[in-house]
Nanobody, 127 residues
Framework: QVQLVESGGGLAQAGGSLRLSCAASGRTFSSYAIGWFRQAPGKERDFVAAITSSGGTYYADAVKGRFTISRDNAKNTVYLQMNSLKPEDTAIYYC?????????????????????WGQGTQVTVSS
């Protein structure tokens, strides 16, 4: 079982930056892929970024070049650095995790590819 806790959300102005953190419990954190998803009011929960256990990264087109995902296995934490924020980045941001043995592990950019989820952190970007 893995527990995930997001932090770092808040209010930012357009063009500003925020860094989200996803802290995970468990001694096998380094073997997990971690993804970030976001959900705006009235919309679906969409993929944002992911990092695999080997350090490979994936980004949604909407955030490519502005967001950077990284991990610190010694701290059991994954970060999402968000720069050049836009009002359309406003959403609740969720981190998710899955082990390499998870049946849907190949779906790294889809919700079905993760079996553990955090509670989310609100990000609001003002224009």
């Amino acid at each position: 079982q893995v527990q995930l806790v997001e932090s770092g959300g808040g209010l930012a102005q357009a063009g500003g930056s925020l860094r989200l953190s996803c802290a995970a419990s468990g001694r096998t954190f380094s073997s997990y892929a971690i993804g970030w998803f976001r959900q705006a009011p009235g919309k679906e929960r969409d993929f944002v970024a992911a990092i695999t256990s080997s350090g490979g990264t994936y980004y949604a087109d909407a955030v490519k070049g502005r967001f950077t995902i990284s991990r610190d296995n010694a701290k059991n934490t994954v970060y999402l650095q968000m720069n050049s924020l836009k009002p359309e980045d406003t959403a609740i941001y969720y981190c998710a995790a899955r082990s390499n043995s998870y049946i849907y592990a190949a779906f790294v950019t889809q919700r079905k590819g993760y079996n553990y989820w955090g509670q989310g952190t609100q990000v609001t970007v003002s224009s």
